[in-house]
């Protein structure tokens, strides 16, 4: 059993619910840790998959070109980094579209997806239809728990295919007391590595697992935007400074792929 190790590429301010049309007045700092992800990588020898923003497509294309040329696997994340529970059906698709247009100049396409903040539950079940006609194979939206403002209690952890025939990849996760912990991002952060050691060996024992991470998480100096939320400060800037160690850690403790290479094998 792997790890699928994925990467939600987006820059600090993309992560915060910040509005788009802000976005172009906001210091770029994507290369801090997307360089520090390839180092990573390289020194590990592994390769991830990377769920891009379109948004991120346009601004940074040489970025993207290193992604591809270092052999990592490239999926969707929207362009806009929308909550998919907010959209239409018809918004949905035109992000799928936009953003598949964009990665189709590389000669390359799509076949997984990610929501911005796995925003796929019970409201917006209805974009797997979507992601299905519009030619994805894979989603890993879903966070089977409660995230706050998103998420499926009791949804069926394993890889499984669904009634459309599109394959779901769910976000692993942990309960501690009575909260899901998923296996990356601010709770990564958040708890202990030796806590996330053991409870991936133990998920490990029985079916494959997904970690997640961002670029910004490496940055410890990001600007910090008042007016935001308390708990999304508390979840953005926890333990910035620890997570190089520990995604170096991680990567040396335990087997990581990209998700195709377990989903085809
Ligand atoms: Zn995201």
Redesign the pocket.
Known sequence: MKIAFTI?F?DWY??IDLPFSNWQNLEKRLHIGHYKLLELFQKANVKATY?L?GKTIEDHPKMISEIINEGHEIAC?TYS?PFIYKLTPTEFRKELQKSKQLIQSFGINYSGF?A??FSIDSRSLWAMDILKDEGFTFDSSIFPGDAKRTGIPGFNPRIQQLGNGLIEFPISTVKVFNFDFGMGGGYFRLLPYTFFKESLEKILKERHTIFYI?PWEFDIKQPKVPGINRRIRFTHYVNLYSTEKKIKQLLSDFECTTVSDILNN
């Open positions: 939600d987006e993309q992560g769920f923003l994340h980094h990610r911005p903040y961002h």
